[in-house]
């Protein structure tokens, strides 16, 4: 049905009892006559965007529900406008939304002057006639609650898996909590200077970590702040009724975990309609970027401004503080003044940041810095680079680098002057306007055209001594073009014997070696060679040079066994690289192989003087050999080298005799005696055997 454009007067009571979804049209009607009159409403849920004015009292009969997709939102909202009274019977309840299905929200604004009322519809009213006003988890966070009084319910709000904006509302007169929360969607509730008093329970936090800053909780008997199931943060700036803090003389105790210091040592005015964040903070002290900051008994005071632009806002300050802007850490938190002292080292830079905030909001300052008095720098020239870095012809561009260090324990914080030159002419030139702590660098950089010829590189930095120094007099570095393109040790070319090789004698160890930028230090290489022979025992010798060619002859010849030659490559800047350089000398042969078999017509094979006869053209001939040998049949290695001791060859047999010669080699290349296998392919007489002078058969006779 439509209710619209109609007149109600004259009622002794009540002017109608009507369904929940119809309270907003109905009081859209013209209402006169109505002093000491009230609506009832019955229980229902509101589907249809609705707006409550203050016109009658609404006496609730039953639960009202709030939830459905009306309006081009897609949320059903119900508006409740200032001065509005909404009076619950007993055991019923305002829902917000539910905890699924179709949205719900409440926009309940009053005034300072003329809050929205939620109270009990007894003649007397009690804690617990009713159950409160309750924000579900598809209650949007567009709710809110502002300049509200809720009170005598059991809990008097309640927030399930959602995040409402409630603002400077009365909770009070609740038989259980003030304000409930329930779950981590509440962690983002907004809550903003609440007076919470006369309950059993202030707040009752479950399985979240709301921010409860700059409330008024007092009078209540249970608990001020009941936490359960997580740790609260931030429970800082609150009034709780004592300058002493919470739990004073055992009203508004903490239960639970919970940061609740700094505290607010008297109540907070609530008065205002909107909070707004506070200032950004400014005008720092000591100044940004200030140098040479002073320490009194090694502290220095910090200092900004800001203000709020809500009345009885009371803004508090986090600072922040390191030495990376980049990584700055919480110095202290909490802070009603604006300047707060803190011990600092001399001669640092220190990086700075202040937060503002009050109950709701927060604002950050921009990041300061400053660097402390302390000890004088000492500013060196310390190494040149070049890119390329050797290699170079005549013509060839090469840029230069030089880097500058200060080594002192102080930093410079006063500009300079960097030159670079090239015999004497600069090359290029540049300042240092940037604070160099400990241990910090710069470099400078310039380009010069290869030349032949012998030239110096330098590099001078405040040449004008406009830095106070702990050293003025190492401030400058020269270097021979030459030595600063030799930036890599030698390189072994070739070593006779060779690497991890293994042979069969020797008469010298040889090796080459080779440096592209200038002449290899051949007495140095000299002097540190070393050979270690068998027995781990040095090998005694001379050792010559011929165009970079260094020949090692032992004292006596050289016995056979494991050797390892140490080679230290230097050139004459002095750039080293070691080498290790084993190898073997093995001149012993191994032992001829072992023939196990291979079966055929005869049998097992077996080696001469046996022989042995076949009906097929294939057989696999098997054996075993030393370790490190590999396996040559007839002159052709069948079996590579390796550890295995078994070995199996197939072999292919022609019509008639067959004679096949195998032998071992060994990784020195020592071979091993013969063993021989005659078979005759294709029968089964007995047969003697006529051989060849190179062992092989030529002629079968029947004895």
């Known amino acids: 049905s439509e209710i619209s454009g109609n007149t109600i007067n004259c009622n002794p009571a009540y002017p109608s009892k009507i369904p929940a979804n119809d309270v907003g049209r109905v009081l859209a009607s013209t209402l006169t ?57 007993l055991y019923t309840q305002l829902i917000i939304g539910a905890s699924s299905g179709a949205p719900g929200s409440l926009v309940a604004q009053g005034t300072i002057g003329n809050p929205i009322l939620f109270t009990s519809n007894q003649v007397t009213p009690a804690p617990g006639n009713w159950y409160g006003v309750r ?28 995040s409402p904006t409630i603002l400077n509302t009365k909770s009070r007169f609740a038989s259980i909590a003030g304000v409930y929360l329930y779950g981590a969607a509440t962690t983002s509730a907004i809550l903003g200077c609440l007076d919470i008093s006369d309950n059993a329970y202030g707040f009752h936090v479950s399985y979240a970590n709301p ?96 203000t709020d632009p809500n009345t009885g806002d009371t803004v508090f300050s986090d600072i922040y503080m ?69 290699n170079v012809n005549v013509g060839d561009t090469i840029t230069f680098t030089a880097t500058i260090t200060n080594q002192g324990a102080g930093p410079v914080v006063d500009s300079s002057t960097m030159e670079l030159g090239m015999d004497g002419v600069a090359i290029a030139i540049d300042n240092i306007d940037t604070i160099l702590m400990n241990g910090a660098t710069v470099q400078i950089s310039g380009t010069w055209v290869y030349a032949i010829g012998d030239h110096t590189l330098s590099a001078t930095v405040d040449p004008l001594d406009t830095v106070v120094e702990a050293d003025e007099a190492n401030n400058s ?56 022979g068998p027995g ?7 050792i010559s040079e011929n165009n970079d060619t260094f020949i090692f002859t032992p004292a006596g010849s050289f016995a056979q066994g494991t050797y390892n030659a140490t080679i230290l490559a230097q050139d004459i800047v002095g750039y080293i690289v070691n080498y290790q350089i084993p190898f073997v000398l093995d001149g012993v042969p191994p032992e ?8 055929m017509a005869s049998g097992l094979v077996q080696i001469r003087p046996v022989l042995n006869s076949a009906e097929a053209l294939s057989f696999t001939l098997t054996g075993e050999r030393e370790a490190d040998t590999s396996v040559f049949i007839d002159s052709v290695e069948q079996i590579p080298l390796g550890q295995d001791i078994l070995w ?39 047969l003697e055997m006529l051989y060849d002078a190179s062992g092989r058969i030529k002629q079968i006779v029947k004895p």
């Open 33 to 89: 006559n109505t002093a000491g009159n009230y609506l009832n409403v019955n229980t229902g849920i509101i589907t249809t965007d609705a707006t409550w004015p203050a016109k009658l009292p609404l006496h609730i009969l039953g639960n009202i529900t709030v939830q459905g997709v009306d309006g081009a939102d897609g949320i059903t909202t119900l508006t409740i406008e200032p001065g509005v009274e909404v009076r619950f019977n």
């Open 135 to 162: 924000f579900h988890a598809t209650s949007p966070t567009s709710s809110i609650l502002e300049n509200a009084i809720v009170e005598y319910a059991n809990y008097n709000i309640v927030v399930s898996a959602t």
């Open 211 to 306: 921010i409860i800053s700059g409330h008024n909780i007092v009078n209540n008997s249970s608990a001020g702040l009941y936490v359960f199931g997580s740790n609260i943060d931030d429970a800082t700036n609150n009034w709780w009724g004592d300058a002493g803090g919470p739990g004073v003389n055992g009203a508004n105790i903490v239960t639970g975990t919970a940061t609740v210091a700094p505290w607010l040592t008297a109540a907070k005015s609530c008065d205002q309609v909107i909070n707004e964040p506070p200032e950004t903070p400014h005008t720092p002290q000591p100044s940004d970027v200030s140098v040479r900051v002073p320490l009194a008994s090694g502290n220095v005071t910090l200092s900004w401004l800001t």
């Open 322 to 390: 390191g030495a990376d802007p980049e990584s700055l850490s919480l110095l202290t938190g909490g802070l009603a003044t604006k300047s707060y002292t803190t011990p600092l080292a001399e001669g640092m830079t220190y990086y700075w940041q202040v937060v503002a905030k009050d109950y709701e909001f927060s604002s950050s300052g921009p990041i300061w810095s400053f660097t402390t008095d302390g000890p004088p720098p000492d500013l060196i020239v310390n190494s040149f680079t070049s890119q390329p870095q050797g």
């Open 477 to 532: 570095l020269s270097m021979t073009v030459a030595d600063l393109l030799d930036q890599e040790p030698p390189q072994l070319i070739s070593t006779l014997p060779v690497a991890n090789s293994y042979a069969q004698q020797a008469e010298t160890f040889t090796f080459t070696l080779y440096d592209r930028h200038r002449h290899i230090d051949d007495a140095a290489v000299i002097a540190a060679f070393s050979l270690i």
């Open 536 to 542: 781990s025992l040095p090998v005694p010798g001379t």
């Open 592 to 599: 001829p192989p072992v023939i196990t078999g291979g079966t």
């Open 648 to 686: 199996s060859s197939v072999l292919f047999l022609t019509p008639g005799p067959n004679s096949f010669a195998v032998r071992l080699r060994d990784a020195a290349g020592n071979l091993s005696d013969e063993v021989w296998v005659d078979i005759i392919a294709e029968s089964t007489d007995r």
